[in-house]
């Protein structure tokens, strides 16, 4: 056999184990998330509500001929937040009447969802109108990752391409001139140093390169521009992500460095929230008027998109890929597959693909954003426009190599407000731009009701000090937390466009936000729950996105025995290690009821 022959059947053998092994990475997602729904909804309907896994007592108060239903309950602490999938029914999601919905609007009491299943009588099916459930629900997109895989290894784009990209048989090329005309539009962009770099080789690679943006750095504006600046060479291009959350920030952004660029969404109506006046949202790209444009584009979709009737059989000449340390190879060749060159944004030092599993190829599970970088194809962003000195030190220092500095604009800021109170005086001082409020509290687990009453009050004193509510954000790892913050605080503001500024989420749904002020609510106490769960609680990344959403100060609400978190084995680091540096970091506050 000759040399050539012999290397072209490793290759082909390379190919087919790395698919392989993504194929089995996409099957034991699947089936994972299957059993864990399966075993949910085995469970007492009591059972499914107590950890908020399911929402009961809902009445139907309309039933629109378009799917929407209107719903009420007395009040419930579940984790259901919008934009959820979830099955509505009458005790059990296995029995009929059953219906898989969309969570459009969740006002504690008021729930109106969206449901697709028109061919029913809604009349009949909701003839009995209270005693309705709301469970957890999903959508199994297995099959669209597992035929994006096939095709990637029966094509050649994909043989040639994609995959030695991917496992490091390929190195990209740049193009010298396009890089130096990149480099002179990006002086006349105002780009700092970095970014400029990494606008220019974005634009000049043939074929692949990424672009780290670590918080506040302007990765979504140095994304618009180069989207900008594609487009006005005639190209078709994607701007893509795990969440439609991120594809609309970046949309939003397009629109306001460049608002002549022909830019739209597809995707559902319920998934456009967010998104400015100037960019429409489309259910499909056939309904859109660039179905019959000839000059360059800009679409914002999912990578499943691609694969259904939605976006499928688009071509484009570019896709970026944003927020790409939370997408899976799997689904990253998905998006790759709709079109000739990649641009991956995102930071490697926030938040990971969200995966079911806990076992295999470590190296396999990683995001695309994690397997590629390093590989002498990137440029890291390194000054924060939003971090102050302070907020910034910290994270720099663990995540970032001491490289990431606040420009000096952002390096002195501080809160302005007036005098607080007596009794949040320290607290809410200026210079103490990062606090740790610790509340000594016990034994809670994703929910502590002390830390949200001293939440709850926080945010009104600032509110009755002049603080804007709109830069205000509460972030916390749980969704059962957020939801017992935001059930104490909205009742207490009147206005209800006020009481929507104010943001209360997970650390999931704040990645890529930012707010003057941010208070940082740990919630769990007991030390064996958080050792259970210290993959998610103390996981770095997680820590990173959580302190660095704040311009001007970071207030961390929680308690100091969740220190005590030990490792399973000896031979492992202390999980709480992390964190306690991070407090200790912080001016520490103990308030007087608790000492």
């Known amino acids: 056999m000759s ?66 239903i209107e719903l009420v309950c007395d009040r419930h602490q579940s984790r259901v937040r919008e934009g959820d999938l979830l099955n509505l029914n009458r005790s059990s999601p296995f029995f009929q009447p059953h219906f898989q ?9 008021q729930l109106t969802v969206y449901s697709r299943e028109l061919a029913f009588n809604w009349g009949d099916v909701f003839g009995e109108a209270a005693g309705w459930v709301l469970d957890e629900d999903q959508l199994d997109l297995g099959q669209y990752l597992l035929d994006a895989l096939k095709q990637v290894g029966d094509t050649t784009v994909g043989r040639e ?52 943006g670590p918080p506040g750095t302007g990765k979504t504006r140095v994304l618009a521009h180069l989207a900008q600046t594609l487009v006005a060479d005639g190209e078709r291009v994607l701007i893509t992500a795990f969440t439609h959350r991120a594809i609309n920030n970046a949309l939003n952004k397009l629109a306001e460095v460049a608002p002549d660029v022909a830019a739209i969404k597809i995707g559902e109506p319920s998934r456009a929230d967010g998104l ?30 691609t694969r259904s009737q939605r976006l499928g059989g688009v071509e484009f000449e570019t896709v970026i890929f944003d927020e790409a340390s939370q997408i899976t190879l799997p689904l990253a060749i998905m998006g790759m597959l709709s079109a000739k060159r990649y641009i991956f944004i995102g930071d490697q030092q926030q938040l990971p693909p969200v ?7 470590e190296a396999l599970r ?88 001293v939440i709850a009050n926080l945010i009104m004193t600032l509110a009755e000090i002049g603080f804007p509510l709109s830069e205000i954000g509460v972030v916390t790892p749980y969704r059962a937390q ?51 769960l210290a993959e998610f609680f103390f996981q770095p990344e997680r820590l990173n996105v959580a302190i660095t959403r704040p311009r001007k100060k970071l207030i961390i609400v929680g308690s100091s025995q969740v220190l005590q978190a030990t490792a399973y084995t000896p031979d492992e680091p202390l999980p709480a290690e992390m964190l306690n540096d991070l407090l200790s970091s912080c001016y520490n506050f103990v308030p007087e009821y608790v000492v």
């Open 3 to 68: 040399q050539i022959a012999t290397e072209a059947k490793s290759k082909d053998k390379a190919i087919g184990e790395f698919l392989d092994h993504l194929r089995r990475l996409v099957l034991d997602e699947a089936l994972t998330a299957k059993q864990n729904l399966t075993e949910l909804w085995s469970q007492p309907l009591a059972a499914r509500v107590r950890p908020g896994r399911a929402v009961e007592g809902l009445r139907v108060v309309t039933v629109s001929p378009t799917g929407r």
């Open 101 to 109: 919905v969309t969570l459009e609007v969740d006002n504690g009491q």
């Open 161 to 212: 391409r994609i995959l030695p990209l991917l496992m490091g048989r390929k190195r990209p090329l740049m193009d010298a001139a396009s890089y130096d005309r990149a480099i002179t539009l990006a002086e006349d962009l105002g780009l700092n140093f970095d970014q400029a770099e990494a606008f220019a080789q974005a634009y000049a690679t043939d074929s692949a390169y990424l672009i780290q």
């Open 276 to 305: 400015v006046e100037n960019v429409e949202n489309y259910e499909s790209f056939q309904d859109s008027p660039l179905a019959d444009m000839n000059e360059g584009y800009v679409v914002g979709a999912t990578p499943f998109a």
């Open 355 to 361: 995966l079911v599993t806990r076992k295999g190829d």
């Open 366 to 453: 990683a995001s695309v954003f994690g397997t590629l970088v390093d590989r002498h194809f990137d440029t890291m962003l390194t000054e924060s426009y939003r971090l102050s000195a302070e907020l910034a030190e910290w994270s720099s220092e663990q995540f970032y190599q001491g490289k990431l500095k606040p420009t000096a604009e952002a390096a002195g800021r501080r809160v302005v407000y007036q005098t607080p109170p007596p009794r949040w005086a320290e607290v809410l001082d200026p210079d103490h731009p990062k606090v740790f409020v610790d509340l000594l509290h016990r034994n809670t687990t994703t929910r502590s009701r002390t830390e949200a009453d």
């Open 482 to 532: 957020a939801r017992e913050i935001r059930n104490l605080v909205q009742p207490l503001i009147a206005d209800i466009e006020q009481r929507r500024q104010l943001v209360v989420d997970t650390v999931e749904r704040m990645q890529g936000q930012e707010r003057d002020l941010i208070i940082f609510s740990l919630a769990t106490s007991n030390p064996a729950f958080a050792s259970q």
